[in-house]
């Protein structure tokens, strides 16, 4: 807990557990430290379950050369760091996709303040208009505060659907 290790190797008959405990502890501790489970005998159940609880492979003893060992560590210690920098690159994205989210929603709150003052503006406009002779005038104030209306909508829509995905990633 305390190292940082690059490799472990576990065999599965341990005093006081059996090797795939082990592995379900070290691969919930760390993300990239490669774990390859050992046994004396080929077990396919066994190699399964260690891949299933995060090792990175599992090796039959009997089996086993100093070539097929470094192989094995090799390609374990390549596939965690891999898998390790895909995870890390996973996190920053969601990091920035959820301030992305967030801009969008200040903004959109932003943009639907001045959008209501430019509507209450607008509408008093309106009824000094209405007071006026000019009937077109009045139509195209119509014509506006729709548009307005219509923008505003967008706008509350579009906070909604942010803060759904927002709850749906959560």
């Known amino acids: 807990r305390r190292e940082r290790l690059d490799v472990v190797l576990i065999d599965y008959m ?4 059996d090797g795939l405990e082990l592995v379900s502890e070290i691969a919930g501790l760390v993300d ?8 004396s005998q080929g077990n396919e159940r066994i190699a399964a379950r260690s891949i299933k609880n995060g090792a990175r492979d599992y090796l039959v003893k009997r089996d086993l050369t100093p ?3 470094q192989s094995a560590l090799v ?7 891999m898998e390790w920098r895909s995870s890390q690159k996973v996190q920053r994205l969601q990091a920035s ?26 509408s008093q406009l309106k009824d000094n208009v209405q007071q006026s002779p000019l009937k ?6 119509n014509q506006v505060e729709s548009r307005l209306r219509q923008s505003k909508q967008f706008l509350d829509d579009l906070v909604r659907a942010a ?8």
Not at 14 to 17: A, E, F, G, H, N
Not at 32 to 39: F, G, P, R, W
Not at 97 to 122: A, C, K
Not at 163 to 170: G, I
């Open 67 to 69: 070539a097929a060992l």
């Open 163 to 170: 803060e759904k995905q927002k709850t749906a990633r959560s």
């Open 75 to 81: 390609e374990a210690l390549r596939t965690a760091r």
């Open 97 to 122: 996709h959820e301030q992305l989210t967030d801009s969008i929603r200040n903004l959109s709150q932003d943009l639907h303040t001045d959008l209501s003052n430019l509507e209450s503006s607008f």
């Open 32 to 39: 990239d430290t490669a774990v390859i489970l050992m046994s």
């Open 136 to 141: 077109e005038l009045v139509e195209h104030c």
């Open 14 to 17: 341990l005093p006081d557990m």
